[in-house]
């Protein structure tokens, strides 16, 4: 028996899963048209076991399917979290978390996203991270630490707001 734990969906915000229905379309259609061009090109330049253009755009047609087949996937285990059906009492996903830094005194705004929809840049953190995860389904006011690459970071929640629609 194994113990790995499986799910039959893949949380995700709205404008994630739009995001990611929107690469899936581009990339079927002139991701696979830029492909065709490539190896059309390349088979033009001659013998195709020499033909470094040639297995240039055949490794990149495999990056494009894989990829391709990882979107349906994706979309496929889907399961949206719309605002109405969010908690706001709670962090969670879909839900922008505002912390003071218990260390440092800064205060930080985090948007709870999938996986998929993650971009620390923006502030946007996935609810399978380190920070994401210890946020999950605690309420304003809360403390707590999470273990981060340079240490135990030690935050209070002081708002938590629904994400707007994308």
């Keep these: 028996m194994s113990d790995v734990t499986t799910t039959d969906h893949i949380d995700m915000t709205r404008e994630g899963y739009?995001?990611?229905?929107?690469?899936?379309v581009e990339l079927r259609s002139e991701g696979r048209q830029e492909i065709a061009r490539l190896l059309e090109e390349a088979r033009g330049f001659g013998d195709l076991n020499e033909n470094a253009e040639y297995h240039s755009a055949k490794e990149a047609q495999g990056k494009?399917?894989?990829?391709?087949?990882w979107l349906e996937y994706q979309l496929g285990k889907a399961r949206i979290v719309e605002p109405e059906d969010i908690d706001p009492s709670r962090a969670g996903l879909g839900t922008t978390?505002?912390?003071?830094?218990?260390?440092?005194?800064?205060?930080?705004?985090?948007?709870?996203?999938?996986?998929?929809?993650?971009?620390?840049?923006?502030?946007?953190?996935?609810?399978?991270s380190p920070v994401g995860q210890a946020l999950?389904?605690?309420?304003?006011?809360?403390?707590?630490?999470?273990?981060?690459?340079?240490g135990t970071r030690k935050f209070r929640i002081t708002g938590i707001s629904i994400l707007p629609p994308g």
């Design 18 to 24: 739009e995001k990611l229905k929107a690469e899936l």
């Design 64 to 69: 494009l399917e894989t990829r391709i087949q």
């Design 97 to 128: 978390v505002t912390l003071l830094d218990l260390d440092g005194g800064n205060s930080l705004s985090y948007t709870i996203v999938g996986s998929e929809e993650s971009d620390p840049a923006a502030n946007r953190i996935s609810a399978s």
């Design 136 to 150: 999950i389904g605690k309420t304003v006011g809360e403390e707590l630490s999470v273990e981060v690459p340079k």
